[in-house]
């Protein structure tokens, strides 16, 4: 209904507008009373680079994230990553991620970024707290916030935004009406935009997401996902119908799609009922990691890795690595 609804498809968006009205102005009013300096912002003694989106949900941005990491560590850096947590509920924030840190307590997507790069990760709903963990913790030498684009207690030093290629801005509205946390003009003030999927616009960054090979959640066995048998699907993201667009892209043969809502929490039995004898249950990374610690042996999660060109994707690092290359900038505790 929620896509009907945004995609413009259903007319019953036009009841929802008073509300979206209401929020474009609250939204506005908010960047604003930083702009002008009402309120105060905290700038970081590192580069901070923001990687967010316009729309909710199920764009593509935690790949990014990961893809932005893992590149930069390749060029010799060394990144920490900061988040909100979405999700988790931990005991005290700031929270920085170790071995032992459940999504129960941090959220999904902080730990599936701690699990796949290694980087320095923390978590807490005031970002320059989890900012100031990290800098504390020590080496690191640039700060990367997974969302937070809107999150204008924060200085940034460069804003990517990652757009889904193919829904696009839907009908174009604000919450709740349509999908848009800020309207898309909003892209002439960015950085940078990477377009997930379908036709890249203008100057926006092309980028796939690429499976790799299927890994059991028991075992660690790697293998083609087409190799699988059986498969039902199951996906807790924001869109999950990419995810079983890339399954049926990838030769895997579905039995059942199984969708669930962004940040989903699992039990055991859960998962264990989704999938019956002979057959095998296919997940996201992201839904891996809530699940492994009772994985069962047919249970198997499919990594997607970013793929931006490389012309675009080197004049992007450059930018970012020349902020932590050059001598910074004075920086004070609060700054307009």
Known sequence: ???????????LYLLLLPLSWLYGAVSNLIRLS?????????????PVVVVGNLTAGGNGKTPVV???VEALQRRGYRPGVVSR????????????????????????????????????VAVSPVRADA?????????????????????????????????DGVRRFGNGWWLPAGPMRERASRLTSVDAVIANGGVAVGEELPMQLVPGLAVNLKTGERRAASTLKNVVAMAGIGHPPRFFTTLAQSGVRLVREIPFADHQSYSEAQLAGLSGPGETLLMTEKDAVKARHFARENWWYLPVEAVLPETGAQALLDRITSLVSQPPPERAEETR
């Open 34 to 46: 930083y702009r002008w300096g009402w309120r105060k912002v905290w700038r970081s003694p590192l």
């Open 1 to 11: 209904m929620i896509e009907r609804l945004w995609s413009g498809r259903s007319p």
């Open 131 to 163: 900012v100031r963990a990290l800098v504390e913790k020590g080496g690191i030498d640039l700060i990367i916030t997974d969302d937070g684009l809107q999150h204008y207690a924060l200085a940034r030093d460069i804003e990517i935004v990652v757009v």
């Open 66 to 68: 990961i893809w932005l």
């Open 85 to 120: 947590g979405y999700g988790g509920r931990a005991d005290r924030y700031p929270l920085v991620l170790d071995m032992k840190t459940t999504p129960r307590q941090a959220g999904d997507e902080p730990v599936l970024i701690y699990q796949r790069t290694g980087a320095p």
